[in-house]
């Protein structure tokens, strides 16, 4: 895997997530390119089907207040409390499209009853089920790393 960072997270840490998000079968010899590059407006990332993945960070900062992202087009509702919990977030979530192309996955039932009950049948359920692999991690991340 050769990692490009444009950003002033340092690369160990950038090293850590990648190898928390992974899911069991997705190998990083397997990835081309683990992109990060900052951007002005927010996360986001992408998944190309030629093993690279993009993703696009805004400059660190405090949370304030939660930052919620709103369910849309597929995309589930999820509420981050650092941006190191939507970074989290975002390379999950593009490394199970990675997971979802490499194994000709089926659909667990689970996400099917997500999208009837939340999206109705307009949802890709390849969204759902990536949102729901990202927000897990998220979640497992903040209970490891918040002191109780």
Not at 86 to 101: D, G, K, S, T
Request: aromatic residues 12%.
């Amino acid at each position: 895997m050769k990692l490009v960072n444009t950003t002033s997270i340092n690369d160990a840490l950038l090293h850590q997530i990648i190898r928390y998000c992974q899911p069991s079968g997705v190998y990083l010899k397997d990835i081309k390119q683990f992109k990060f590059k900052t951007t002005k407006r927010y996360h986001h990332g992408a998944y190309y089907h030629n093993k690279r993945i993009v993703i696009h960070v805004p400059k660190p900062f405090t949370y304030t207040k939660p930052h919620v992202r709103l369910q849309r087009r597929g995309y589930l509702e999820s509420t981050h409390y650092t941006w190191l919990e939507e970074l989290i977030y975002v390379v999950a979530h593009e490394m199970r499209h990675m997971w979802q192309h490499n194994n000709d996955w089926k659909l667990p039932r689970i996400i099917k009853r997500i999208r009837k009950h939340t999206m109705g049948t307009r949802a890709k359920l390849t969204e759902v089920d990536a949102c729901v692999y990202g927000i897990q991690k998220a979640r497992a991340w903040r209970k490891v790393t918040t002191p109780v």
